[in-house]
């Protein structure tokens, strides 16, 4: 069953670790990272950015997807199925389908609209038990045609966001989606600790985790990070794979075109990246 995200949060939070958000783009990447995560005996959320919504054929087949791979791989830890970067309309159709955890995107809006929107979105999750991420202060980098300039949020609009009752708070702190740039000043403890000290116990979200030092990873966590999000690793890794299968050749060895076959280096990447993510966010063993 598909829990929200709300109670794994606030124990990472309690407990100074974090919990990882990985992206999902099809049947491959959901059982390598379900599998994972159970193996590590760690909660895990499951992100879906509105683009790989579609490339999945809609919202619906996925919710089918992962509950059915909870039951057929006896998945027991616990897994929130979170729409990511949302649009209202977009984490709508979300809860419509069956998620249990949403994220609000309203930081291109003036504060107001992110606030009004934001609001609306706390009664609905609010009253049907799903979790809620809100954003303030625009990451970076390109996200399904979305291109932000890593921004770093102002401390009193995330308290003012927070306030609102959402369950988890996106904040931008200088980092980006993708790999960063050579020139990357790097994260912006400062505001990190000043959106902590006003928002308290909220669990915060740390967004383009791909490519973050590892001593980065842990102050951030130390300063109220609970929740880091994965996504273009899992990828650089599975491509890197898969490359390497075909370039030696494998795919022209015996049964090598198998799908089954020609993915699973990929898959055993993706596993890899993941076991080093819960190993580094300190979630393993906390299901
Ligand atoms: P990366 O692709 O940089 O890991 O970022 C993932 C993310 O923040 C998804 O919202």
Not at 49 to 54: N, Q, R, V
Request: charged residues 25%; hydrophobic residues 40%; glycine residues 12%.
């Amino acid at each position: 069953m598909l829990v929200s995200a709300k109670e794994m949060l606030n124990k990472a939070k309690a407990g100074h670790y974090a919990v990882g958000q990985f992206n999902i783009n099809n049947l491959e990447w959901t059982k390598a990272i379900l599998q994972t995560a159970q193996e590590m005996n760690s909660p895990v959320i499951l992100g879906v950015s509105e683009g790989a919504g579609k490339y999945m054929c809609g919202y619906k087949t996925i919710v089918g997807m992962v509950e059915g791979m909870i039951e057929g791989l006896g998945i027991t830890v616990p897994v929130a199925l979170h729409l990511d970067h949302g649009s209202y309309e977009g984490a709508m159709q979300c809860i419509e389908a069956g998620f249990s955890s949403v994220m609000f995107d309203g930081s291109h809006y003036p504060i107001d609209e992110n606030i009004a929107k934001t609001k609306e979105l706390v009664a609905i999750c609010e009253e049907k038990g799903l979790s809620l991420e809100a954003e303030v202060g625009a990451i970076g980098g390109e996200e399904d045609g979305v291109i932000g300039e890593g921004e770093c949020a102002d401390p009193d609009e995330c308290k003012m966001i927070a306030d609102l009752g959402v369950t988890m708070l996106a904040a931008g702190i200088g980092n980006i989606h993708g790999k960063y740039p050579a020139n990357w000043k790097g994260l912006s403890f400062e505001t990190l600790d000043n959106i902590q000290k006003l928002t308290g116990a909220m669990p915060l979200v740390l967004h383009g985790g791909t490519g973050i030092p590892a001593d980065m990873i842990k102050k951030a966590i130390d300063l109220g990070v609970s929740k880091i999000n994965v996504n273009t690793e899992c990828q650089l890794a599975f491509a890197a794979a898969v490359r390497k299968y075909v370039e030696d050749g494998k795919d022209l060895q015996g049964k090598g075109f198998d799908p089954r076959k020609l993915l699973a280096p990929g898959v055993e990447a993706i596993k890899a990246t993941v076991r080093e993510k819960i190993e580094l966010f300190g979630s393993k063993d906390k299901a």
